[in-house]
């Protein structure tokens, strides 16, 4: 097989796998800066948003997403793990799910997100 052909079977068989579905999570369209957490109202990074930081996210303090907002995709792009919660209390008696910072991206969350809580490192 020469390189020519080499080259041409990675790129249809790359092309394949973008088509089919199967790719990994994307980064949002819209902006979710370094240091920051933040959610959207609707799947894939769409419809309103809200972003959080260290600045006004303490650590282990539960955080309520404001004035009854519900996030269906979200970003952390913090430097720390944060937990998001169904109940806006962070009540473990609901669903709930922790996941690591630094660029974990969930264009369609496993449930609506009403709270988050930032862990220490």
Known sequence: ???RT?????????GALASSG???????AATCDRGEFCVWSGTDY??????LDLESANPRECI????????????????RDASVY?????????????????????PDAPFVVRAIQVWEP
């Open 1 to 3: 097989m020469t390189t």
């Open 6 to 14: 080499l080259v041409t079977a990675l790129a249809l068989t790359a």
């Open 22 to 28: 199967t790719a990994v999570a994307h980064e949002p």
């Open 46 to 51: 769409t419809g309103q948003s809200h972003r």
């Open 64 to 79: 309520p997403l404001p004035d009854g907002f519900v996030a269906r995709s979200f970003a952390n792009r913090l430097t």
């Open 86 to 106: 169904q109940r806006a209390t962070c009540s473990t008696e609901a669903e709930f799910t922790t996941y690591p910072g630094k660029g974990t991206y969930v």
